[in-house]
């Protein structure tokens, strides 16, 4: 197909031969993100493959450019090109291959060394006889080839989705019938629902008595919207994976003695998505802490690289981000950064939603790593686990703190109806040795002391001094009565 191009093309030669390469790479540039947008059609927008599409092409034509300054010869530079692609694309799979065999190997071992070995082999190639270089160009058509088939086969089948999409826009936007009125009217019969969760929030108390912070201005700023707030709310214990755990357990599923498989297992039954779910909310997760745990019962889910675009699921961008080389870079603190910035804006995005929206928000904040300071600036990397300077967790504190006040402040502007309960798993913990390598012990009290507030559409409710799952399961039982029956049951 390729070798016809000098034949049948009309361009000068020289740019024929410019060009047969670059289709090559392009065609296998382009296939996660073709493959990715026909396996997900149903929920991505033809306008989100451009960005995808030219960052990919970039990437791709980058690459063939350098690898062919080492080779001379564009038939082993495209070569090269190709499997590079194919495996920065697909790294997570090929790493967890790699650790399965050596554990000790890290990203930083393995990263360097994939790009050490191309470049070498780019460099050696120069020796080849005539005949292999042959033969490469060979299997670069030949990949190519097949390449450019897999891209026909997975975009001819979204040709007749994409045009019922067409329609169905077209026909919603000029007809309205009654049996649609009436779907609309019980989709908003309920609430919005929002469950935040800010990981390693202090109390009021807590943060007051061990950082000499007054956070009064927020308290005021929670009773003043209507908020109801407990001042005395503790939970058991300061172990995120076991209080998370008994709230998206709906009961006190796991404790101190539960091994760390079982309440991982137990989280990932996702029992409060599917209640909210089998009330016909559509859930959202959005979590900083255990990306990709929960897999069912998810409308929309936006974790880290995961960026959903207007509550309507992932980017394709994200989708390839996620198992490509990049993806490990991004993980700690590059993509937390923008990530829980946006995580912000995106909690009041829901308020025009056409059926009723259940809102799990688990955010790392202000929780290690400090990446932010009070004004939201940048944290420098080295301080990023520092709590032997207090101004670094406080400052994070403080940054939430303002972030959370504006995304409330939104949400019942633009959604006064929703119920919202915010709440922290535990206090400050202070994990950083002190002088003398002696850890520092805080009071029980202290940090297990919760934030715990609950608006309920401006009305009061009784929630002072109840732990995180037992507020839930109040709120639960007063916006739902009988249909919560049977959540407060034992294990």
């Keep these: ?45 033809v306008v989100q493959i451009r960005l995808p599409l030219c960052l990919m092409g970039g990437l791709g034509l980058t690459m063939l450019a350098l690898l062919f300054l080492l080779c001379q010869n564009s038939g082993t530079a495209v070569i090269l090109t190709q499997l590079s692609l194919l495996l920065g694309t697909c790294y997570r799979p090929f790493e967890s291959l790699i650790r399965h065999q050596w554990t000790a190997i890290r990203y930083w071992h393995l990263v360097p060394s994939l790009v050490l070995a191309v470049l070498v082999l780019a460099w050696l190639s120069r020796r080849l006889s005539d005949r292999w270089r042959l033969r490469l160009c060979r299997i670069s058509h030949n990949v190519a080839i097949v390449f450019g088939i897999l891209l026909l086969l997975n975009l001819v089948p979204t040709v007749p989705v994409i045009s019922r999409q067409l329609r169905a826009h077209l026909s919603a936007a000029s007809t309205s ?37 007054d956070n009064t201005a927020f ?13 005395t709310s503790r939970n058991a214990t300061t172990a995120t994976n076991i209080e998370v755990t008994n709230i998206m357990e709906m009961r006190a599923a796991v404790s101190v003695s539960t091994p760390t498989e079982q309440r991982v297992s137990s989280y990932k039954n996702g029992t409060l998505l599917k209640y909210f779910k089998a009330l016909g909310y559509q859930t959202v997760l959005l979590s900083t802490v255990w990306p990709g745990l929960l897999e069912g019962d998810i409308t929309y889910r ?30 700690y603190t590059g993509s937390d950064t923008g990530f829980i910035s946006a995580s912000f804006d995106f909690l009041g995005s829901f308020a025009d939603a056409r059926a009723p929206v259940f809102v799990f928000a688990h955010l790392r904040c202000p929780h290690q790593p400090f990446l932010f300071d009070a004004d939201g600036g940048l944290v420098p990397p080295e301080h990023h686990d ?8 406080l400052g994070q504190f403080v940054y939430t703190t ?13 959604d006064p109806a929703a119920v919202i309960i ?17 850890k520092r012990q805080l009071p029980a009290s202290q940090v297990t002391s919760i934030l715990n507030a609950v608006y309920f559409g401006g009305e009061a409710l009784d929630i002072e001094g109840l732990p995180g799952l037992e507020t839930g399961l109040h709120v639960y039982a007063k916006l739902f009565g009988s249909e919560a029956s049977g959540t407060e049951d034992s294990p």
């Design 302 to 331: 936006y974790d880290t690289l995961s960026n959903a675009t207007d509550g309507h699921g992932q980017t394709l961008l994200s989708l390839i981000i996620k198992n490509s080389i990049l993806h490990p870079l991004m993980l």
């Design 386 to 393: 520092n709590w032997r300077d207090e101004r670094y967790y």
């Design 219 to 231: 308290l005021e700023f929670l009773r003043r919207k209507g908020f109801n707030v407990s001042l």
């Design 1 to 45: 197909m390729f070798q016809k191009i000098d034949r049948i093309s009309p361009l000068p030669r020289r740019f024929a031969a410019v060009f047969k390469p670059c289709l090559k790479v392009l065609v296998v540039a382009f296939y996660p993100v073709i493959f990715l947008f026909a396996h997900n059609i149903a929920e991505v927008s």
């Design 402 to 414: 303002r972030r959370i006040t504006e995304t409330l402040a939104t949400i019942l502007q633009r």
């Design 177 to 213: 019938t009654a049996a649609g009125e009436d779907q609309l009217a019980q989709n908003f019969a309920r609430p919005n629902f929002y469950y935040i969760i800010l990981d390693e929030y202090s109390n009021f108390n807590s943060v007051r008595d061990r950082y000499n912070y």
């Design 422 to 438: 915010l709440q922290s798993d535990h206090s400050a913990r202070d994990h950083e040795f002190t002088a003398g390598r002696t």
